[in-house]
T-cell receptor, first 114, second 112 residues
Framework: ETGVTQTPRHLVMGMTNKKSLKCEQH?????MYWYKQSAKKPLELMFV???????ENNSVPSRFSPECPNSSHLFLHLHTLQPEDSALYLC?????????????FGSGTRLTVV | QKEVEQDPGPLSVPEGAIVSLNCTYS??????FMWYRQYSRKGPELLMY????GNKEDGRFTAQVDKSSKYISLFIRDSQPSDSATYLC????????????FGGGTRVLVKP
C-alpha cells in the first residue's frame, strides 16, 4: 500500500451507467488530485482539491464530477461516459502551502467503457 | 510544443548497464524537478526530488538538473531487472504551489 488507496482497481461500465471511483489517504495531506493516464500520453490533470475546495478544473467534461467531502476522501462520479474515456484514473495527495515535494499516488482504477 | 518532452522509448539495456534518461522543458520558471517510477498496473512513486540546478545522488540513482539548457537527467547505475518500469519526469513552478507538469514517460527494460 502506498498510503493512498483507490477502489475499485478495475471497472467496466456501459455508456449509460453511473459509477463512482473512490480515493482515500491518511497521510495528513491536505490536497488531493485526479489524473487521467491514457496510453502514450502524459498524465492529464483533471481536478485539484486544496483544503477541501476545488481549485482547478482543467476543462473536464461534465460527465466527470468530483467530490471531496473531507481532506482524506475524494470521489470521481462518472455518468454517460464515452469509450475514449477508458483509461487509468489516478488519485494523488500532497501537502500544500510550501515548495512542491511531489505527490503520493494510488495504484489507480483501470476503467473500461463499453 | 509540449511543456515537457520525454522520449517514450522503450529503452532496452542489459543487466548491469547504466540507464540514462532525460527530459527537456520549455518553461524557465520550473524550479522543482522530480523523477517518478511506475511499474505496470501501479501508480507512480517518487524516486528523486531536486531543487534548481545541480546533482543529487541516492544509491544507484543520480539526478541532474541543468536549468541553463532546460534539461534534466536520471542515471541508474548497475541496472537490475527490477528497474524495468516507466520513468516519468515532473516539474513545478514555485508560484504554482503543488501543481506538477509531467513528461510522457520513458519505458525501460533491463534484460537479465
Amino acid at each position: 500500500e502506498t498510503g493512498v488507496t483507490q477502489t475499485p482497481r478495475h471497472l467496466v461500465m456501459g455508456m449509460t451507467n453511473k459509477k463512482s471511483l473512490k480515493c482515500e489517504q491518511h497521510l495528513g495531506h491536505n490536497a488531493m488530485y485526479w489524473y487521467k493516464q491514457s496510453a502514450k500520453k502524459p498524465l492529464e490533470l483533471m481536478f485539484v482539491y486544496s483544503l477541501e475546495e476545488r481549485v482547478e478544473n482543467n476543462s473536464v467534461p461534465s460527465r466527470f464530477s468530483p467530490e471531496c467531502p473531507n481532506s482524506s476522501h475524494l470521489f470521481l462520479h462518472l455518468h454517460t461516459l464515452q469509450p475514449e474515456d477508458s483509461a487509468l484514473y489516478l488519485c494523488a495527495s500532497s501537502k500544500t502551502g510550501g515548495p512542491s515535494y511531489g505527490y503520493t499516488f494510488g495504484s489507480g482504477t483501470r476503467l473500461t467503457v463499453v | 510544443q509540449k511543456e515537457v518532452e520525454q522520449d517514450p522509448g522503450p529503452l532496452s539495456v542489459p543487466e548491469g548497464a547504466i540507464v540514462s534518461l532525460n527530459c527537456t522543458y520549455s518553461n524557465s520558471a520550473f524550479q522543482y524537478f522530480m523523477w517518478y517510477r511506475q511499474y505496470s498496473r501501479k501508480g507512480p512513486e517518487l524516486l528523486m526530488y531536486t531543487y534548481s540546478s545541480g546533482n543529487k545522488e541516492d544509491g544507484r540513482f543520480t539526478a541532474q538538473v541543468d536549468k541553463s539548457s532546460k534539461y534534466i537527467s536520471l542515471f541508474i547505475r548497475d541496472s537490475q531487472p527490477s528497474d524495468s518500469a516507466t520513468y516519468l519526469c515532473a516539474m513545478s513552478r514555485k508560484a504554482a504551489g503543488n501543481k506538477l507538469t509531467f513528461g510522457g514517460g520513458t519505458r525501460v527494460l533491463v534484460k537479465p
